[in-house]
């Protein structure tokens, strides 16, 4: 079992670039497949970004790709999620989360993080 924990959320402006961390506890993170998923205000939660145990597959949501990039450093336990020329549609709480089962879906995941927010200003 791990235990996510995100940062880097905050304001920024559509254009704009964050990365968000998520640093997760215990001596297993390696082995866990890791994912990003965002919740819109309003709305449902959503696939954003995945990426293999092994850092060797990722996957994204098609609103993302191309514009975001994910990656991991299992020597530091953390994942990374890169985002570029955000948008205003990008607002969200974003969400980490790890487990062994398909990745692109909630399901496939039994630990999650607290979240943290992301706003991009029009």
């Known amino acids: 079992q791990v235990q996510p924990v995100e940062s880097g959320g905050g304001l920024v402006q559509a254009g704009g670039s964050l990365r968000l961390s998520c640093a997760a506890s215990?001596?297993?993170?390696?082995?866990?497949?890791m994912g990003w998923f965002r919740q819109p205000p309003g709305k449902e939660r959503e696939f954003v970004a995945a990426?293999?145990?092994?850092?060797?597959?990722?996957y994204y949501a098609d609103s993302v790709e191309g514009r975001f990039t994910i990656s991991r450093d299992n020597a530091k336990n953390t994942v990374y999620l890169q985002m570029n020329s955000l948008k205003a549609e990008d607002t969200a709480v974003y969400y980490c989360?790890?487990?062994?089962?398909?990745?692109?879906?909630?399901?496939?995941?039994?630990?999650w993080g607290q979240g943290t927010q992301v706003t991009v200003s029009s």
């Open positions: 989360a790890a487990g062994r089962g398909v990745m692109r879906y909630e399901l496939g995941y039994g630990d």
């Open positions: 215990g001596r297993t993170f390696s082995t866990y497949n």
């Open positions: 990426i293999s145990w092994s850092g060797g597959s990722t």
